[in-house]
């Protein structure tokens, strides 16, 4: 039986699918099935997936019957894991080769840690133009800041995530599902750790600007407020979750997009 069980919320990346596909079969360490789950796609996403796991047994393709949303979508995916550890993966990024290999190692090796995941190398359609960086111990500290773990290349014990939930489905939690993961994790003693390498690629083109609308920012606002109440945050933490995410929303495109390559 596999090791890892890949969970991924597929929706209209018909374009980016077989090349997110065909960078877990390009992995050191094979060891593993994904598990699929269309979101709704309003383009061929369904029938591109279909076509690929009838060239591969290893995978399990499943479909919602309409948009439903990350963290509802990941939540269907686990219902089908049956192996020791859960791997993050999108359909329009890629995992390098050696991120299994180094990530199941580093849990085998360290007991005491309940996901790993590393930085990111972010590029578009003119190729890599950041990489990013992460602390490799995050404290509470760093959840308000949002420097905790990158959702998409981590690997966690599914015993953990299982043990808080999985993901919690809310539309106040929706593009923070991963954060309030963490946070569920680390409120039941669970914790975390980043490895300094980056072992994965975000593909992160002029699409990232269309995220910052309203409901984002105040779904980030709700985020870093329970952030604070969980970790018993001093008083002056609570503006700041209400000023950062609006100062981002009102924000002109073109100042977002140049802090955002620069960070």
Known sequence: MARISVIMGIYNCASTLV???DSLYAQTYQDFKIILCEDGSTDDTFEVAQQYASRHDNIVLIRNDKNMGLNYTLNRCLELVDTEYVARMDGDDISLPTRFEKEITFLENHPE????SCPMIYFDENGDFKTGRATAEPEKENFIKGETFCHAPVLIRHNAIMAVGGYTVSEYLLRLEDQHLWLKLYQAGYKGY???????KMRDGRNATRRRD???RRNEAYMRLLICRAFKLSWWHYPESFIVPFVKWIMPVSIYERIHRAE
């Open 113 to 116: 840690y309940a996901l790993v």
């Open 214 to 216: 309203f409901i984002t």
């Open 194 to 200: 980043n490895i300094q390498e980056p072992l994965y």
């Open 19 to 21: 090349e997110a596909l």
